[in-house]
């Protein structure tokens, strides 16, 4: 477990400073995970509180399947409980948490509890997509501070919504996740720019 801890934690430090640097997780905002192993569950995570512009692999924990730190130093991120959830719930081998903008800005649009995104073709980016014609829907979710006890409402919606690849937190952001962390990060790249896209065909600030 220790040399794939290793090269896992390396894998996510990159992935922390690309996503400050494209704009989705700006300060200590987000917070990203990937499986070490399945049986039992243990998630390499980023700590609470750190720049992910300059994020390195000793900013990143190992947790088993209750939140507890295994191995590293530091506070696993305040919604460790989420990553472990989606884990066990869509069998992802890892969890993207991004704040960008756009994200922020259309999850507090949906009217009917989810936001909903067709016909444009960076869909097929999706995995098992393979037409523009695919509606995405996003279920949104209201933000709290305390994760832990929302874990069932999540757990829930992702049983609802068995075909979504993420879901919005309102004014809070993305969530996202893949078979493995290169899927994962496809999916953030994909669904950031159809936020984008959006944002900007309705006319919305900035």
């Not at 896992?8 to 905002?29: D, H, K, M, N, P």
């Not at 995970?33 to 998630?43: G, K, N, Y």
Request: with cysteine.
């Amino acid at each position: 477990m220790v040399d794939t801890f290793d090269a896992i934690a390396e894998q996510l430090a990159e992935v922390g400073r690309i996503c400050y640097a494209r704009g989705w997780a700006f300060g200590t905002s987000g917070n990203f995970s990937a499986v070490v192993q399945r049986d039992p569950l243990t998630l390499a995570i980023t700590t609470s509180g750190v720049d992910k512009g300059l994020l390195e692999p000793g900013q990143i924990v190992a947790i088993d399947g209750t939140g507890r730190v295994l191995r590293g130093s530091g506070k696993p991120s305040a919604e460790a409980t989420l990553h472990l959830a989606i884990a066990r719930a869509r069998r992802a081998g890892a969890v993207l948490h991004t704040h960008s903008v756009w994200s922020t800005i259309l999850s507090d649009t949906g009217a009917d509890g989810s936001l909903a995104i067709d016909g444009y073709e960076m869909l097929k980016g999706l995995d098992g997509v393979h037409t523009h014609e695919h509606q995405e829907r996003l279920p949104i979710i209201d933000n709290t501070q305390d994760w832990a006890a929302a874990v069932p409402q999540v757990e829930a919606t992702l049983r609802d919504h068995p075909a979504a690849h993420g879901f919005l937190i309102r004014r809070h952001g993305l969530y996202t996740w893949g078979h493995n962390l290169a899927e994962a990060k496809r999916h953030v790249e994909i669904l950031e720019f159809l936020f984008e896209a959006m944002g900007r065909k309705r006319g919305m600030a900035p």
